[in-house]
């Protein structure tokens, strides 16, 4: 198996590189961002990419997404320190093959990468499970007769947030722990699951339905 390691810390990619090597991986280049990624990509056509998520320039979620459409054939496994849901859910939905986190046993690693090999999925079996419960929500009924996904917890606390108040992504992340494109990801599912299209109506729809309630401390 061909593969590209795509990580901005070159002490990481070269110990990582060792030890594909050592299993009798091919590793065929390695990229420090998104965009190099890419340019990569078109030029070697490795079976599989070791994408991480968080770098500077263009992130891995993007570049997966990209990729995903322009090279289809290129498998992408995201390589990441990150447990967060929401970056797991969205890496699933940009086209990625496997979610897996840096601090997996190496034995564990190698095997789900020869899965990827044979067309499986590389995720341990805690991040599966909770792939399959977010796919597996039950769709709620809308006056209109269509359908209304449920929000997830998370979904619903950045909606009570912006019912009180919070609508930058700045604020929201901070008050969440999270990143920006977190909130960005989070904020997107929430206007795609209401039928919506911006903030204002997602605010004014909440409070009418009564999807959540202003607290005392909200403006």
């Known amino acids: 198996m061909r593969i590209l390691i795509v990580d901005d810390h070159t002490l990481f990619r070269d110990s990582l590189r060792s030890l594909l090597e050592a299993r009798d991986f091919e590793v065929v280049g390695e990229a420090g961002d998104g965009t190099e990624a890419i340019k990569l990509c078109w030029k070697l056509k490795p079976d599989l990419v070791l994408m991480d998520l968080t ?30 849901e929401a970056s797991l859910f969205e890496a699933i939905k ?17 095997e789900l990468l020869e899965g990827v ?20 929500r039950p769709n709620k009924p809308t006056k ?6 449920a929000l ?7 909606l009570q947030l912006m019912v009180d108040g919070t609508t930058s992504n700045r604020r ?12 960005k990801f989070h904020v997107r599912n ?3 699951k209401l039928h919506l299209h911006n903030r204002a109506q997602v605010v004014g729809f909440a409070l ?3 999807l959540v309630e202003p607290t005392e401390a909200g403006g």
């Open 172 to 183: 929201l992340a901070k008050d969440l722990g999270v990143s920006e494109n977190t909130v």
């Open 117 to 136: 090999g044979k067309g499986e999925p590389a995720l341990t079996p805690g991040l599966a499970r909770k792939l399959l419960e977010e796919f597996a």
């Open 55 to 84: 770098m500077q320039g263009m992130d891995g979620m993007e570049a997966t997404k990209q990729l995903s459409a322009e090279l289809p054939e290129v498998k992408i496994v995201i390589l990441t320190a990150s447990d967060d």
């Open 94 to 110: 940009a086209g990625a093959k496997g979610y897996l986190l840096k601090n997996l046993e190496s034995d564990a690693f190698f």
């Open 208 to 210: 009418r339905n009564r």
């Open 144 to 149: 209109d007769g269509g359908t209304q996904e």
């Open 152 to 158: 997830t917890d998370r979904e619903q606390e950045v």
């Open 190 to 192: 929430i206007l795609d």
